[in-house]
């Protein structure tokens, strides 16, 4: 199983009961006021909220506050650089001759640029790249969907229609996630797996968006508790951002009339935000 393919949904481990198996979730406050949570695909065109789950379109339409991982804020992008750079090291430096020109097979292509020109990049940039590239590959025809990437979608329209907008965490504290977890060594030799391991990815994320599109978040974490158990390591990704998120979610969920998209997978699991809530004295229903 390969981490960047997970990474674009951020699953966590744990056990779901039948009754909970869904991504769209009524959050109902101690006091009764209500609010929702759904379990967003980052890559999912907006188009499907309209075609396939127009109950949570109504639900995003008529709440007052709108609360995301993350706002896009495009002046920001130039000061992240840095992030995404590794100035004391070199790609070329960090791998065999073999593996090198293996690199420069599969990625030159999709980069549109030569190697040697991204000898500074941080691995994690050229796998989430290659990643990203799996994942569209993976999506079938008839799941394709016009439209913004529904996370955006959520916060732009969010906006434009006068809705508060809250992010529950930066573009910085993002990008320190996705680039700073691993030292550059341990980034290369993941990137070399997912490469290594082409079929076995393309199969990893075909079976993950094939259980989004069946609205099976038990099945998305049967997958996930696979990748845990061969693997581990999802801890900085899910479980750290969730219990971060708890305080802020907890305070806006009591005042009713919220609606609130993350990462499918950020719900599941004893450390899920649906477990996590419902232990705040939150009563959560799958819909």
Excluded at 223 to 245: F, S
Aim: glycine share 6%.
């Amino acid at each position: 199983m390969k981490k960047l393919i997970f990474a674009l949904l951020l699953l966590v481990s744990g056990a779901l009961s039948a009754q909970d198996n869904g991504l769209f979730w009524k959050v109902t406050s101690p006091e009764g006021k209500q609010s929702y949570l759904f379990g967003t695909y980052h890559l999912m065109g907006s188009d499907f909220l309209k075609e396939d789950r127009p109950e949570v379109l109504d639900a995003f339409q008529k709440a007052d506050q709108v609360i995301v991982e993350m706002v896009l804020d495009s002046a920001k992008l130039p000061g992240l650089m840095p992030y995404y750079m590794m100035p004391e090291h070199s790609l070329k430096a960090l791998v065999n001759e073999e593996d090198y020109f293996l690199l420069k097979q599969k990625l030159e292509p999709l980069m549109g640029a030569p190697l040697a020109a991204l000898d500074h990049l941080k691995p994690a940039v050229l796998s989430m790249t290659y990643s990203l590239s799996v994942m569209q590959e993976a999506m079938p025809d008839s799941a394709q969907r016009d439209g913004k990437p529904m996370d955006l979608f959520f916060a732009e329209e969010g906006a434009k229609t006068s809705k508060k907008v809250l992010a529950l965490e930066s573009m910085e504290e993002q990008v320190k996630i996705l680039m700073n977890t691993q030292s550059p060594k341990e980034q290369v030799d993941e990137l070399l797996k997912l490469l290594k391991e082409e079929e076995g990815t393309l199969l990893d994320a075909q079976s993950l968006i094939s259980a989004y599109l069946s609205d099976d978040l038990e099945d998305i974490q049967g997958l996930g508790e696979q990748y845990e158990e061969e693997n581990g390591g999802m801890d900085e990704l899910v479980v750290k951002r969730n219990l971060n998120w708890i305080p802020t979610l907890s305070a806006q969920l009591e005042q009713g009339g919220a609606f609130v998209a993350v990462g499918a997978l950020h719900l599941s699991g004893e450390q899920g935000l649906v477990s996590l809530l419902r232990k705040e004295g939150f009563k959560l229903e799958a819909l």
